[in-house]
C-alpha cells in the first residue's frame, strides 16, 4: 500500500490547557473532544440574533445589576479536551461577585446562562449536544436560539428542553425571576 492510499491520521488529542495555551486569543475555533476544530463564519443573522440575545438579556441585567455579560466567543471550559466559545454568556454577581475582577482568558464554569445561536452549519442534533456538554461541566442553563425557525430552546440539567416560539414568553430564573420576554423578540 502507498503512502497516497492510507487514510489520513487522526488528529492529535489536545488538552484544554494546550489549546488555550496555543489559540486562547483566536475566535472561529473551539477544542471539541480534544480535536481543534476551526469553525466557519456563520454570517449576519447568527451576529444580528446574538447581538439581540445580548441587548435583550443584558438590558434586563444592567437595569438590575445583576452581574456580568459577555459576547461572542467567550471561551469556556467544557472538559479536560474541551473549549467552547460561548455567544453570550452570563455570570451573576452571586458566581462572579462584583468586587472580583473578570478573569482573563477561559472562564471554568459555574456560569449562570450561556446563548448559543445556531449557524446555518448547525444541525439540531449538535446544538443539543452543545447544550448538555455545557450543563455537563457546570453551566446552569443553555439558552440555543435558532433563526431558522424563530425558535428558542431552553436546556437544563437532568430537565427535558422547553421550546419557545411565536407568542410564547420565555423566562429565565437563573437570570431573574423577574425576566420574561416573547422568544420572538429574538427575532424580529
Known amino acids: 500500500m502507498s503512502a497516497a492510499t492510507l487514510p489520513p491520521a487522526p488528529a492529535p488529542m489536545v488538552s484544554a490547557d494546550d489549546f488555550l495555551r ?7 475555533v473551539e477544542l471539541i473532544n480534544g480535536v481543534i476544530t476551526r469553525l466557519p463564519m ?3 443573522v447568527h451576529g444580528e440574533v446574538c447581538w439581540k440575545a445580548g441587548f435583550i438579556i443584558g438590558g434586563f441585567v444592567m437595569q438590575h445589576k445583576l452581574g456580568r455579560m459577555f459576547g461572542n466567543d467567550t471561551f469556556v ?7 467552547r466559545g460561548a455567544d453570550v454568556m452570563f455570570m451573576s454577581y452571586a458566581t462572579l461577585p462584583e468586587n472580583v475582577p473578570t478573569p482573563v482568558g477561559a ?14 452549519y448547525d444541525t439540531i442534533a449538535e446544538m443539543t449536544a452543545k447544550a448538555e456538554e455545557y450543563l455537563n461541566a457546570g453551566v446552569r442553563v ?47
Open 142 to 188: 443553555v439558552l440555543n436560539l435558532d433563526p431558522q425557525t424563530d425558535t428558542a430552546t431552553v436546556h437544563r440539567l437532568n430537565e427535558v428542553p422547553q421550546r419557545f416560539s411565536n407568542g410564547d414568553v420565555l423566562t429565565l430564573p437563573e437570570v431573574s425571576p423577574a425576566f420574561a420576554v416573547p422568544a420572538s423578540k429574538f427575532f424580529e
Open 107 to 120: 472562564f471554568t464554569p459555574p456560569v449562570d446562562l450561556v446563548v448559543e445561536v445556531r449557524s446555518p
Open 42 to 44: 456563520p454570517g449576519g
Open 22 to 28: 496555543l489559540h486562547g486569543d483566536e475566535s472561529g
Open 77 to 83: 471550559r467544557t472538559t479536560p479536551t474541551g473549549v
